[in-house]
């Protein structure tokens, strides 16, 4: 089977940096995606991580670890609409994904 | 701009009676999902699909059904809701791609009470 470990709350002030982590036990790994999701929203793509090192875009970077079963994703300069859900997940054969249990970011003013 | 679209967007029914989510994409997308989400809780896939008249189910097990009669349209059914169905559903879709990272695109959900 597979899971997914994430924090379950992060709190930042806007501003900040705030790190979510992900580490995972899984068959059949193809890489890691971030997902975002505002409360009532759809879940939006924010990045993917096939290979080791890290991504940027903009004020998001994510990162992985295939060794070590770990990545993360990097926010800078938190601004008030990133308070959201954020969401890991495996890519598993024939382009499934699995997603773990989210992360619910609050940025305060 | 949504391109990918759920309805209805909220649907409260009773206990026993049969419904159907639709779904429907413009971008031409082969591969569809339907997953299901409890409040503050992750995404479960229940089904998917890769082309017409190719569907499987997902990694929770789900008393609904799913057809794929064309490629924009993934509708899914529940012959005889009960209150354990109550959740919500979201729809999405993928290119065929040979590229891995190719994103979900995810509609808004529909947000079902069963009473």
């Known amino acids: 089977g597979q899971s997914l470990e994430q924090p379950s709350e992060v709190t930042a002030v806007e501003g900040a940096i705030v790190q979510i982590n992900c580490t995972y036990q899984t068959s059949g790994f193809y890489g890691l995606s971030w997902y975002q999701q505002h409360d009532g929203g759809a879940p939006t793509f924010l990045s993917y991580n096939a290979l080791d090192g890290l991504e940027e875009t903009g004020r998001f970077s994510s990162f992985l670890s295939r060794s070590d079963s770990y990545g993360y994703l990097l926010l800078q300069e938190l601004q008030m609409k990133d308070s959201a859900s954020y969401f890991c997940?495996?890519?598993?054969?024939?382009?499934?994904?699995?997603f773990g249990r989210g992360t619910q970011l609050t940025v305060w003013p | 701009e949504a391109d990918i679209y759920q309805t209805p967007r909220y649907l409260v029914i009773g206990t026993g009676k049969k419904i159907t989510l639709e779904c429907s994409q413009t971008m031409g997308h082969d591969k569809m999902y339907w997953y299901q989400q409890d409040p503050g809780m992750e995404l479960h896939l229940i089904h998917y699909s890769y082309g017409v008249n190719s569907t499987e189910k997902g990694d929770l097990s789900s008393e609904s059904t799913v057809s794929r009669i064309r490629t924009e349209h993934f509708p899914l059914t529940l012959e005889s809701a009960r209150p354990s169905h109550t959740s919500q559903y979201l729809c999405?879709?993928?290119?065929?791609?040979?590229?891995?990272?190719?994103?979900?695109?995810f509609g808004n959900g529909t947000r079902l009470t069963v009473t």
């Open positions: 999405a879709s993928s290119p065929k791609s040979q590229a891995f990272n190719s994103p979900l695109h």
């Open positions: 997940a495996v890519r598993l054969t024939l382009g499934r994904l699995y």
